[in-house]
């Protein structure tokens, strides 16, 4: 059984940077194939595509906020990490995680976590 | 990357079928097989409901269906019933080995 959970802060003050941990069970992400992606939804949104990391570290970002963001994996604690740099009040989002792949795993977005919401405000 | 273009709403009658597009470029949905679909109910996590264009995940309503022409996926939902509220999203894999999401179709049961 596949569950991945969002855990960090649900407010930070505008120009600080955000730390998400992405702790998931039921996969290896040092399975051949395998990635986590991390994905946001403003509210009454849209999700929008952020960043993933694949089994073998390869990293794929969103060109628009590629400056921003920074997506690690510690495959030995089952963990992803979403740093994002100078948070503004439009980064106020749901923030999820999820399990996706490659062609051979599977390219969509097949068990997400619950969500997290962040807040940006002084 | 643009947006996956979708109506902003689709609604219908309990049993009838609705069709909801996804309209891209041959560099996404065009050019892959790779177009998923998520239904999210209000404060709840998107989930799978279509993957690779057609392909239904186990459990999920044979009401379901998803195909494919040119630059445009659609996800058709028939025999429509009331717990089929709830925004629907299309996501493609892209040519810069990208992920893309379209702006969401409300589904309202009328």
């Known amino acids: 059984q596949i569950t991945l959970k969002e855990s960090g802060p649900t407010l930070v003050k505008p120009t600080q940077t955000l730390t998400l941990t992405c702790t998931f069970s039921?996969?290896?992400?040092?399975?051949?194939?395998?990635?986590v992606a991390w994905i946001r939804q403003p509210p009454g949104k849209a999700p929008e595509w952020l960043v993933l990391?694949?089994?073998?570290?390869?990293?794929r970002y969103n060109p628009s906020l590629k400056s921003r963001l920074t997506i690690t994996k510690d495959t030995s604690k089952n963990q992803v990490v979403l740093t994002m740099t100078n948070m503004d009040p439009v980064d106020t989002a749901t923030y999820y995680c999820?399990?996706?792949?490659?062609?051979?795993?599977?390219?969509?977005?097949?068990?997400w976590g619950q969500g997290t919401l962040v807040t940006v405000s002084s | 990357q643009s947006a996956l273009t979708q109506p902003a709403s689709v609604s219908g009658s309990p049993g009838q079928s609705i069709t909801i597009s996804c309209t891209g470029t041959?560099?996404?949905?065009?050019?892959?097989?790779?177009v998923s679909w998520y239904q999210q109910h209000p404060g709840k996590a998107p989930k799978l409901i279509i993957s690779?264009?057609?392909n239904r995940p186990s459990g999920v309503s044979n009401r379901f269906s998803g195909s494919k022409s040119g630059n445009t996926a659609s996800l058709t939902i028939s025999g429509l019933q009331a717990e089929d509220e709830a925004d629907y999203y299309c996501?493609?894999?892209?040519?810069?080995?990208?992920?893309?999401f379209g702006g969401g179709t409300k589904v309202t049961v009328l």
């Open positions: 999820a399990h996706t792949g490659n062609a051979n795993i599977g390219i969509y977005f097949g068990y």
């Open positions: 039921g996969f290896s992400l040092s399975t051949s194939g395998v990635g």
């Open positions: 990391i694949y089994w073998d570290d390869d990293k």
């Open positions: 041959s560099s996404d949905v065009g050019g892959y097989n790779y």
């Open positions: 690779d264009v057609s």
């Open positions: 996501s493609s894999y892209t040519s810069s080995r990208i992920r893309v």
